[in-house]
């Protein structure tokens, strides 16, 4: 079976909300983990898994719009045809944008910059303040969206963790609010159900002036997740149902554990989430065709010595880059996991497992990467660590963008002007560019052994706190 045909990519309003410190490149570096080859393979798996294993729906609406289109249920599953699948798949926007509150264009999913957000949901806080853990709070969400608001490098919002000061049923939408009074940035968010993803949905509309500029301007998105093994639960078909409807964004994408949900191989994960992924993405499709859609890898790799989770690994970047390569072979926008770690303070394995995730994935065929700031394999969410990690993004975005080739750049006026007298230092080509041809530091320390020892600054901690404080304080 052949992949879908592939749309041409509309164009955008320029602009973003981030303050460039290096000079891009129109096309950003990529890193293709999986060939065109491989993802024909994954994607001829996919087909027959969805024809051949079938999904089990719970939703009965969705069962009937499926059946409708083409699918066949029996005994609770529905079996996807592989010409719908692949016809649902042609009508997906090539790109997705997302806007600030004031209406500017924040970012879209096919930039070549690079673009960076936090994770949801995480069980426990590390507060910064008194270096704590402790369960979260309505006031922790309204601090991280004041954090989220600083940081340059963090592009789009999320919540910090579930409040546990306010009643369960209510915890989305009183995160989404607190998101919406301290940032303007994009709000990625995730509800219970669908009447609580209801309820966040109108709230965004009541900040832009109704429903109808929301869908032309989004400034959120909806999280939906499939159940693996091969699930599609009922209130993740209402959310897509309702998000097709209303031509609101949404990304459906299912939490996977290798070895226990899935496949253990890599490979057979991807194709296994890809297939769910499609199950909830093709609904949408068929309730409203072109609706905007996004998928991506939540792919978890497990330590089989304590049956952990293991996302500060290499794999788990590893199978980010190759579920990108998937779903731009299909034609899907998506975005990966990566800036997390598996340890549990802010030391040497955290930034080692952070940097190197956020490397890896910011080569990966999207320019949206999440997730950035959660310790303790994704349970505790921290200020400081996302602090940090807008660091780490910023080092990781100018390495993909990559090195820029023009008449400008090569400068062989500048050699030939300067050269004979060696006079680069003072050239107008260096005076022009020496603010913004190369990224600077802002935590990280570039001085002298004697300057470094005689300093009380020498503790990069120290420095990530004061940071850290100090922008909770200007917000």
Known sequence: MSTPKR?????????????????????????????????????????????????????????????????????????????????????????????????????????????????VNCVNVLDPRTDTYRPCLLSDIRDHGRMQQALPYIDFASS????????????????????LETTQKPIFFTGHDEHSVQ?????????????????????????????????????????????ARLGLPVVCYPAIFPGMSCPLSLAGAIAQATAESLSGIVLSQIVQPGAPVMSGSSVMPMDMRRADMAIGSPEYALAGLGAADVFAHIGIPCWVGSGCTDAHDIGPQAQAEASAGLLATSLASTSLTHNLGMLSSGRT????FLVACDELAA???????????????????VIARAAPENTFLT?????????????????????????????????????????????????
């Not at 969410?381 to 400081?384: A, H, I, K, Q």
């Not at 080092?395 to 080739?405: C, K």
């Open 7 to 119: 749309r041409s990519r509309k164009a955008l309003p320029a602009g973003s909300i981030r303050q460039q410190s290096v000079r891009r490149p129109a096309r950003k570096t990529s890193l293709p983990v999986i060939d065109a080859d491989g993802s024909d393979r994954i994607f001829t798996a996919v087909l027959d898994v969805l024809g051949d294993c079938g999904i089990e729906v719970s939703d009965p609406e969705a069962v009937s719009l499926l059946v409708s289109a083409g699918c066949r249920a029996d005994s609770g599953r529905v079996y996807y045809p592989p010409d719908l699948v692949c016809k649902s798949l042609e009508k997906i926007p090539a790109e997705i944008a997302f806007y600030r509150q004031d209406g500017g264009l924040a970012l879209t999913t096919s930039e070549s910059v690079p673009r960076f957000g936090t994770g």
């Open 160 to 179: 910090l963790g579930y409040p546990s000061d306010v009643p369960a049923e209510r915890e989305a939408l009183e995160c989404a609010r607190a998101l």
């Open 199 to 243: 309820a966040i949905w109108e709230t965004m509309a009541n900040c832009v002036g109704g429903m109808d500029n929301l869908a032309d301007k989004p400034i959120g998105l909806d999280l939906i997740g499939p159940v693996s093994p091969l699930k599609l639960g009922r209130e993740a078909c209402q959310r897509l149902i309702m998000a």
């Open 381 to 384: 969410g921290s200020m400081e």
């Open 395 to 413: 080092m990781a975005s100018t390495f993909a963008a990559g090195i820029e080739v023009s008449e400008a750049t090569i400068a062989k006026e």
């Open 427 to 475: 050239d107008p080509h260096t005076m022009d560019r020496f603010e913004t041809e190369f990224w600077m530091p802002n935590l990280f320390r570039r001085e002298s052994l004697e300057d470094w020892q005689q300093s009380d600054s020498s503790d990069f901690r120290k420095r990530l706190k004061e940071k850290t404080l100090s922008l909770l304080d200007a917000a």
